[in-house]
């Protein structure tokens, strides 16, 4: 298309493929350089879709507002509103934050100037002065010269926002309405944060979520108050997840994403539980401080997340949970979870055995470093996962040097403060429950005993058979089960947890006394 020229591209323009339409009128827009503007407004009717799109972005680039503003009032296609309201909204959030202000500004800016050219008349009073004067007053006529312009653009800006304000309230097509949501960011005029205040409100629930992030993305105490109070109004909150992570986060990594989590759990706080489950069952991965939130008050949602394998929940809120007798399920997860905090010796040792096996360094370091992270999490040791994340831009060889590194370290210290000083507690309220459940199952097993009947003697009949009383007593109307229906009764089920809960305790027994004391490297 550069190889061109003007007549050729022209040609495109009018008669060509609705493609090439748009990359003619790209590339003579190029080439007009600071008559872009006046060129494109030529270009208005231009027939096809597409080539009206680009037109726009062409508008937009050149500060053309009052086109942009009837292209979006005028054009038939709705594709076409939408990309000229939103590169006009795009294009007025850089001003005053509204109208009034910007008249403001205006006459405090036009009384300023007038005060300073007193100032300098009063000063010019001898022939020096008056030369002086002169100047002063021609470069006032040029300031003001300057001055005018900049007004006259300030008040056709004040125009493009009324006439985007009175479109904008009008305005009943959701897609041209989530247009103009996606240009409101932090410094939009006021006018198009009422409006997205105002979408919230909308009957389509595309619109509300577009509003949503759109004040999110803002950020003004008031948008944030009212996007809260959306968010709890709603029969299902996590509908809005992805919406409000992206609001809140931006566009960035997962730090972004976590913040955008973070927001989003303490807009919910409050919330009732089952709303907050809803949005919990929604978040992949969450981090735990949003989940501590999502939570809180609930020993069932608590549960809940027990069992789930993307949540790292730190040991030591598993040990305050056993200690306030919650089942057997986070036990279970807390044995776990000290088994690995307790590997460091282990895997320190296996990583030194690395070193020495060069040429298996790669086929080795996906596996050390998976189990690093583990024993990093279960340990709760502070800053370790953004150490492994440097560690893993490292060659391999250096990977490992640095893995060993900080594993000699991480080894070396205690368990982290909150789980070090839960430790001797757990294993007193442990070692407590083993022998209550200990004694518990001796009298289970005692009553279950005393059910048995003893059997008679045998008698037999004449015949070498067994006689009617030795049927009866091998199970017969009196026979070994109370419960009448020949299956386990209560008693049985009671021994049977006992037994499984009793033998929880002890494996976290030995976990604990692994943890504690593990000798130095």
């Not at 008669?15 to 003579?28: C, K, S, Y």
């Not at 405090?108 to 005060?115: A, K, L, V």
């Not at 009212?226 to 109004?233: K, N």
């Given at each position: 298309?550069?190889?061109?020229?003007?007549?050729?591209?022209?040609?495109?323009?009018?008669?060509?493929?609705?493609?090439?339409?748009?990359?003619?009128?790209?590339?003579?827009?190029?080439?007009?350089?600071?008559?872009?503007?006046?060129?494109?407004?030529?270009?208005?009717?231009?027939?096809?879709?597409?080539?009206?799109?680009?037109?726009?972005?062409?508008?937009?680039?050149?500060?053309?507002?009052?086109?942009?503003?009837?292209?979006?009032?005028?054009?038939?296609?709705?594709?076409?509103?939408?990309?000229?309201?939103?590169?006009?909204?795009?294009?007025?959030?850089?001003?005053?934050?509204?109208?009034?202000?910007?008249?403001?500004?205006?006459?405090?800016?036009?009384?300023?100037?007038?005060?300073?050219?007193?100032r300098g008349e009063r000063d010019g009073h001898s022939e020096q002065g008056e030369r002086d004067g002169q100047s002063e007053r021609g470069e006032r006529d040029e300031r003001d010269e300057r001055d005018g312009h900049c007004e006259q653009g300030e008040r056709d800006r004040r125009g493009a926002l009324r006439e985007l304000r009175a479109m904008l309230e009008a305005e009943r097509e959701?897609?041209?309405?989530?247009?103009?949501?996606?240009?409101?960011?932090?410094?939009?005029?006021?006018?198009?944060?009422?409006?997205?205040?105002?979408?919230?409100?909308?009957?389509?629930?595309?619109?509300?979520?577009?509003?949503?992030?759109?004040?999110?993305?803002?950020?003004?105490?008031?948008?944030?108050?009212?996007?809260?109070?959306?968010?709890?109004?709603?029969?299902?909150?996590?509908?809005?997840?992805?919406?409000?992570?992206?609001?809140?986060?931006?566009?960035?990594?997962?730090?972004?994403?976590?913040?955008?989590i973070d927001s989003l759990a303490r807009a919910l706080g409050g919330a009732p539980a089952e709303a907050?489950?809803?949005?919990?069952?929604?978040?992949?991965?969450?981090?735990?401080?949003?989940?501590?939130?999502?939570?809180?008050?609930?020993?069932?949602?608590?549960?809940?997340?027990?069992?789930?394998?993307?949540?790292?929940?730190?040991?030591?809120?598993?040990?305050?949970?056993?200690?306030?007798?919650?089942?057997?399920?986070?036990?279970?997860?807390?044995?776990?979870?000290?088994?690995?905090?307790?590997?460091?010796?282990?895997?320190l040792a296996d990583v030194r055995r690395a070193l020495v096996e060069v040429e298996a360094v790669q086929a080795l370091l996906a596996d050390l470093s998976g189990r690093a992270l583990r024993f990093v999490r279960a340990r709760e040791i502070a800053g370790g996962e953004e150490v492994l994340a440097e560690l893993a831009h490292l060659h391999p060889v250096e990977q490992l040097v640095g893995l060993e590194n900080a594993l000699a370290r991480w080894v070396d210290d205690p368990a982290a403060s909150a789980l070090h000083g839960v430790l001797p507690e757990l294993r007193v309220y442990c070692e407590r429950r083993v022998e209550e459940l200990q004694a518990a199952a001796a009298a289970a097993w005692q009553r279950a005993q005393r059910r048995v009947p003893a059997l008679p003697a045998y008698e037999g009949d004449a015949d070498g058979g067994l006689a009617d009383d030795d049927a009866a007593a091998a199970g017969g109307e009196e026979g070994f089960d109370e419960d009448g229906e020949g299956g386990l009764d209560e008693d049985d089920f009671e021994l049977a947890e006992q037994f499984e809960l009793r033998h929880a305790f002890q494996t976290l027994l030995g976990a604990i006394s692994v943890l504690m004391s593990s000798p130095r490297p």
């Open positions: 298309m550069g190889a061109l020229d003007d007549a050729a591209l022209r040609e495109l323009l009018a008669q060509g493929r609705p493609e090439q339409r748009v990359w003619a009128i790209w590339a003579l827009a190029q080439r007009a350089g600071e008559a872009a503007g006046a060129f494109a407004r030529g270009q208005a009717q231009q027939p096809d879709p597409g080539v009206r799109r680009t037109l726009a972005v062409i508008l937009a680039s050149h500060g053309e507002l009052d086109l942009l503003i009837e292209l979006a009032r005028r054009d038939p296609v709705p594709a076409v509103r939408a990309s000229a309201l939103q590169l006009g909204a795009r294009l007025l959030a850089g001003g005053p934050a509204t109208l009034e202000q910007g008249e403001r500004g205006e006459r405090g800016e036009r009384g300023e100037r007038d005060g300073q050219s007193e959701p897609e041209l309405v989530i247009a103009i949501l996606g240009a409101v960011g932090a410094g939009a005029p006021e006018l198009l944060i009422d409006l997205a205040v105002r979408a919230l409100g909308a009957p389509s629930r595309e619109v509300q979520l577009e509003a949503a992030e759109a004040l999110l993305r803002v950020g003004t105490p008031h948008g944030l108050e009212e996007a809260r109070r959306w968010l709890l109004g709603l029969p299902d909150p996590s509908i809005a997840c992805a919406h409000w992570i992206r609001g809140a986060g931006g566009l960035g990594g997962l730090e972004a994403r976590a913040a955008g907050r489950a809803r949005v919990l069952r929604q978040l992949a991965a969450p981090p735990w401080d949003a989940v501590a939130r999502l939570i809180e008050g609930s020993d069932a949602l608590f549960r809940e997340v027990v069992y789930r394998k993307d949540v790292s929940i730190p040991a030591h809120v598993l040990a305050g949970a056993i200690l306030r007798g919650q089942d057997i399920g986070v036990i279970r997860r807390l044995t776990v979870q000290l088994a690995l905090a307790g590997q460091g010796l282990a895997l």
